[in-house]
Nanobody, 112 residues
Framework: EVQLVESGGGLVQAGGSLRLSCAASGFTFDDYAIGWFRQAPAKEREGVSCISNTNGDTYYADSVKGRFTISRDNAKSTMYLQMNSLKPDDTAVYYC?????WGQGTQVTVSS
């Protein structure tokens, strides 16, 4: 069974940092690109970042460029999202996705 489990969310003040993790199981992690989406209250789910499984290429939404860094550890079947200089607009539930599967999400709340 394919599973993606996020962790690392929480409450942080504006300007602070958090690191999200996504632990994958049930599939060959190295074979798939993987990424992060987020959904704020009353808004559509939006793509945040993704990382290739072949050459390490990354993508970032304009809203997070220069503040967020995505990475993956294939040996641990885990993906990370380092989030710095957080803003209240970053408040959302963050989901990881890969191999057509989604995690349950982790809440990130940034207070002003």
């Amino acid at each position: 069974e394919v599973q993606l489990v996020e962790s690392g969310g929480g409450l942080v003040q504006a300007g602070g940092s958090l690191r999200l993790s996504c632990a994958a199981s049930g599939f060959t992690f190295d074979d798939y690109a993987i990424g992060w989406f987020r959904q704020a209250p009353a808004k559509e789910r939006e793509g945040v970042s993704c990382i290739s499984n072949t050459n390490g290429d990354t993508y970032y939404a304009d809203s997070v460029k220069g503040r967020f860094t995505i990475s993956r550890d294939n040996a641990k079947s885990t993906m990370y999202l380092q989030m710095n200089s957080l803003k209240p607009d970053d408040t959302a539930v963050y989901y990881c996705t890969g191999r057509n599967a989604w995690g349950q999400g982790t809440q990130v709340t940034v207070s002003s």
